[in-house]
DNA sequence: GTAAGTACGCACTTTTTTGTGCGTACTTGC
DNA sequence: GCAAGTACGCACAAAAAAGTGCGTACTTAC
């Protein structure tokens, strides 16, 4: 979407994970699917308008689905579409490297 | 390194691999040790002073192991660290779920 | 009637990241 | 002797990303 063409599949993969929040949203969005003011609890820290800005680029991508309920105050639902699903997924083992990683840290902390 | 501290995993995973051409030089290094001026013709367009910033920050990180010769001209030689291996290995999944998003993309693209 | 919540938009500033152009001290090749 | 290569450092400029503050049109709660 930003920097096509990709050189490869892990350049494509972190063209869409890039944006400081976002694999907090897709977090949050894989445990329950959320509206806006929700969200924004769930994310602390971040402000409104890059909620919206990476929601709607999320949403280009194909990872999040949006729905909107046509009621007075208005309503707006976020969930993970199937393909976000899976990205959560991949995401997996880069998770668990990380930790072991944050553990080593942690150790290094306590005797430094 | 930068942000700590890190909410989860996927976080601290996350902000090694920050920078616009770190995961290229992961993958340029886990097929071979290089010096640094064959790193910068194996990752055409970054500059020398963005490739030298981003393997400090990977050296700090453990990911990379840089080993000086005192030789003139001078000779340096970068290559992956057992955890740089672990973590090109867990970028797996996500390059390779970035492949199918790629033949998704390239499949709209004939039709669009 | 006043504040707060709904889901944003818009203009602007600040911060962060990346790029550009130059210099080093030395050697080899022409 | 002059250019090119070695592996960078430094000052500065440009670009990209994120944050700030305010406004919308409407409703419910106090």
Redesign the pocket.
């Known amino acids: 979407m930003?920097?096509r063409p990709y050189v490869c599949g892990l350049d494509a993969a972190l063209d869409v994970i890039?944006?400081?929040?976002?694999v907090l949203i897709i977090w949050a969005l894989n445990h329950q699917r959320c509206?806006?003011?929700?969200l924004?609890r769930l994310v602390p820290?971040?402000?409104?308008?890059?909620l919206?800005?990476?929601?709607?680029e999320l949403e280009a991508d194909g990872i999040v689905h949006?729905e909107?309920y046509d009621v007075?105050?208005?309503?707006?639902?976020?969930s993970l579409t199937g393909l976000g699903g899976e990205l959560n997924t991949a995401l997996g083992p880069l998770g668990a490297w990380g930790k072991r990683r944050m553990a080593v840290l942690e150790e290094a902390g306590r005797h430094g």
Request: aromatic share 10%.
């Open positions: 930003r920097k890039d944006g400081k929040w976002k509206r806006f003011g929700e924004r820290g971040i402000s409104e308008k890059v919206v800005q990476q929601l709607r949006r909107i007075v105050p208005p309503k707006v639902e976020y």
